[in-house]
Every structure is written in C-alpha cells, then in structure tokens.
C-alpha cells in the first residue's frame, strides 16, 4: 500500500512570493492534516480537511490556505512569503475510523 | 484538548529497555493516547495507541494506569536506529474542533 506523498521534495521562494505544496492521502483516507515543524522545533497543526471541507486551523495567519479536492488529495497555499516560513511541511492523513495519522516524508520550503 | 508533559531528553545504551513517561492530567473520556517516533527530516511514524491497560505490538509497549493521567511508553532492546524523537499525544476526534497538537517530544540518544 501506497504510503502519504507529498510533492514537491525542496521548494526555494524568495520573500513575498507564494508557494503551493500538494499532498496525496493514502488510499481510502479522507482526512488530511497540515503541519509547519521549523528547524529543530516540534510540529505545529496548520489545518485539518475532511471530505472536501476546512474542519479546524492552527494558530497562522489568513495567508496560510488549503484545500481538499474530491479525489481527498490537498494543496497548501503560503502566500506573500516570510522568512519565518522557511520549515518542513508535513502532511498526514487518517481514515474515517480512526485518529491515526500518517504522516508523508515532507516538503522543505526555505525563503529567502 | 488535553497538554502532555514528556521529558525533553533521555540516554540510553545499545539492548537496554527504554521507557519514556508522558503526563497528560487533563485527558478527556473518549481521548485515545497516541506515541509518533520521528528522525531528522522525516515525518513522524506512528508506534503505538492505546485507550487504558497496556497494549503491545511488535515494536513497544504502553502502559496507561487506571486513572489515565500518564502512559509510559516502553522500547524493548533499544538499538542505535531507535535514536529519534518521540511524540505523546492525547486527542480524540469527536467533534469539529478535533486537532493533534504535538509537544516538544523527547529526544531518545542510544549509544553503542
């Protein structure tokens, strides 16, 4: 089984710029997570999708959005990058049945 | 949703049994504790879930006491692959405010 793919792999913008990070979910999953881990920091939950629908958002500002389309993948949209916004993206996903998540190997963002 | 309280760091040796305790005094009913292992660069990988009493897969253990206030997860036989950051979380996704927050997590260092 197919694990969480996340694309692309290393993401290089410059300030002010937007960025796009797409995630595919497991097979079957429905549900997608999106985590900021900044360099040698824990993971901090950015936003939670749910059968094409926003559930709940970390504490980021409007300029972090996503969505979730009908095949259940997912984009996470930065917009007018920061500096600070150079991290490690991670995305999960979980079946219906269960809180399990499973995490994709992550895409790096470096602003610069 | 409930905080956990883990210690930052641990030491260990090659073969010996690891075990880390994580405090969560504020967990609800229906939370499930939940213990994610992470090496650098690399999404979190699910170890083990539990709801109360003890629960073993082929890779840990978990302890939780009756009155669920803490989980001690064990790592039999430690090896220098098991050197890594380990997550507690406690969560549940009963309604729509559900969201995984992750601590610091503790460093576990295995040495030869």
């Known amino acids: 089984e197919a694990g969480v793919t996340q694309s692309p792999t290393h993401l290089i913008k410059t300030r002010g710029q937007q960025a796009t990070l797409r995630c595919s979910p497991i097979?079957?999953?429905?549900?997608v997570y999106w985590y900021q881990q900044a360099l040698g920091l824990g993971l901090q939950f950015l936003l939670w999708y749910d059968e094409g629908e926003e559930r709940n958002r970390g504490n980021f500002p409007p300029r972090f959005s996503g969505r979730q389309f009908p095949n259940y993948s997912s984009e996470l949209n930065v917009n007018a990058l920061e500096l600070e916004d150079s991290a490690l993206y991670l995305c999960a996903s979980s079946p219906l049945t269960t809180d399990t998540q499973y995490f994709g190997p992550g895409t790096r963002l470096t602003v610069l | 949703l409930a905080k956990t309280t883990q210690p930052i760091s641990m030491d260990s040796y090659e073969g010996q049994e690891v075990n880390i305790t994580c405090s969560h005094n504020n967990i609800a009913t229906n939370d499930y504790i939940t213990w994610y292992q992470q090496f650098p660069s690399q999404g979190p990988r699910f170890i083990i879930q539990g709801y109360k009493t003890k629960v073993t897969n082929e890779v840990a253990s978990l302890f939780i006491p009756a009155d669920r206030k803490s989980s001690t997860l064990s790592l039999p036989r430690v090896s220098l692959s098991d050197t890594a950051v380990y997550y507690c979380l406690v969560g549940g996704r009963m309604d729509s405010s559900y969201k995984l927050i992750f601590g610091s997590g503790t460093r576990l260092l295995v040495r030869p």
């Open positions: 097979s079957g999953h429905t549900s």
